[in-house]
């Protein structure tokens, strides 16, 4: 079955720091790539998608994410995280008209 | 526009009793889901549907049922709640598959 890995569960950073999360998917061929946010006690909210073009990618918020096909990744980052940054992300796949497939999730806490 | 729009917020049920999940949005998408998040396992699709009068199932579509008999409205029904469906239930809509998935506030339910 095809799959979304998020392998940092729990990611802890002060304010500052860079920040890098990891999605890895077992998809072949072409794909759309997107990350999701979900603030507490929020909704999920999209970040950034890709669907072709440019490999690295600008979202809201100062968040970038770079797709790189050899590898099945698309890991996000952000140069300078910021409290308000402390949420839950979601990595999601899907292939041509079928359905999501979202990664586990990683909780980032970002500590003032 | 509201967007999508779930009922009730928050919701306990005994064992055994039936309850329906309200979804509605104002977007005029062909495209909703349901979605149930636990925690550490990200979310996954319990039913989908493509338009008014076509519904499929998800990944995790036991214990649930749904209809479409508009593009407004996707009611999720439990009919004998189990405590393994205490979860947050997510609606979230789309204009086409590519595109990004607005999300609803949620319902939180408990079985007990």
């Known amino acids: 079955a095809q799959s979304v890995s998020q392998h940092n569960h729990h990611v802890i950073l002060s304010e500052a720091a860079s920040l890098e999360l990891g999605c890895n998917y077992s998809?072949?061929?072409?794909?759309?790539l997107f990350w999701y946010v979900q603030y507490p006690g929020q909704h999920l909210q999209l970040l950034l998608k890709?669907?072709?073009?440019?490999?690295l990618v600008k979202g809201i918020k100062g968040f970038e994410a770079e797709f790189i096909k050899s590898k099945f990744s698309f890991n996000l980052r952000k140069p300078s995280v910021q409290w308000s940054d402390t949420a839950e992300y979601f990595c999601?796949?899907?292939?041509?008209?079928?359905?999501?497939?979202f990664g586990t999730g990683t909780r980032l806490l970002v500590s003032p | 526009n509201a967007g999508v729009t779930q009922t009730p917020k928050f919701r306990i049920l005994k064992i055994g009793q039936s309850m329906t999940l309200q979804c509605t949005q104002d977007?005029?998408?062909?495209?909703m889901y349901w979605y149930r998040q636990d925690p550490g396992m990200g979310l996954k699709l319990i039913y989908y549907?493509?338009?008014?009068?076509?519904?499929d199932k998800g990944e995790v579509p036991n214990g649930y049922n749904v209809s479409r008999s508009t593009t407004e409205d996707f009611p999720l029904r439990l009919e004998l709640a189990a405590p393994s469906q205490t979860s947050v239930y997510f609606c979230?809509?789309?204009?086409?598959?590519?595109?990004?998935?607005?999300f609803g506030p949620g319902t939180r339910l408990t079985v007990l």
């Open positions: 998809y072949g061929g072409t794909v759309n």
């Open positions: 890709y669907f072709s073009g440019d490999p």
């Open positions: 977007m005029n998408h062909n495209y």
């Open positions: 549907s493509v338009g008014a009068g076509i519904t």
């Open positions: 999601a796949v899907n292939k041509g008209f079928q359905k999501l497939v």
């Open positions: 979230a809509t789309t204009g086409t598959s590519r595109n990004e998935q607005f």
